[in-house]
């Protein structure tokens, strides 16, 4: 089963910047649409953040990290990134990436993520006022 592994999270003050990175072992990443998700402290269900899919064609951004981060991949080294810039308390969160292979706009949907499964431990962007 595939592997994810989350890196890049930390403390980081509001306005500050953190770029995430995420590898990708045992799949054949070119298959498939990658995605970077989080859930905050007492939420129950992950959020889409960015989705990129197999090509890098298609781009679906969450509304309020729009303009403020970018999803970007790397097929050859396995990886994803995201650049996060202008960081807001709101940006708290455990933050995880994820293969599917569906179309992005399925990042929209919290249910549709929830059907998602072998997710790694994420990475942790927590930030200060």
């Known amino acids: 089963q595939e592997k994810m592994v989350e890196s890049g999270g930390g403390l980081v003050q509001a306005g500050g910047s953190l770029r995430l990175s995420c590898t990708v072992s045992?799949?054949?990443?070119?298959?498939?649409?990658l995605g970077w998700f989080r859930q905050a402290a007492g939420a129950t269900e992950r959020e889409g953040v960015a989705?990129?899919?197999?090509?890098?064609?298609?781009?679906w951004t969450e509304d309020s990290v729009k303009g403020r981060m970018t999803i970007s991949r790397d097929n050859a080294k396995k990886s994803l990134y995201l650049e996060m810039e202008s960081l807001t308390l709101e940006d708290t969160a455990t933050y995880f990436c994820q293969a599917f292979p569906m179309p992005t706009s399925i990042c929209a949907h919290k249910t549709i993520i929830a059907t998602l499964y072998g997710w790694g431990q994420g990475t942790l962007v927590a930030v200060t006022s």
């Open positions: 989705c990129i899919d197999k090509n890098g064609g298609n781009i």
């Open positions: 045992d799949l054949n990443v070119e298959g498939y649409s």
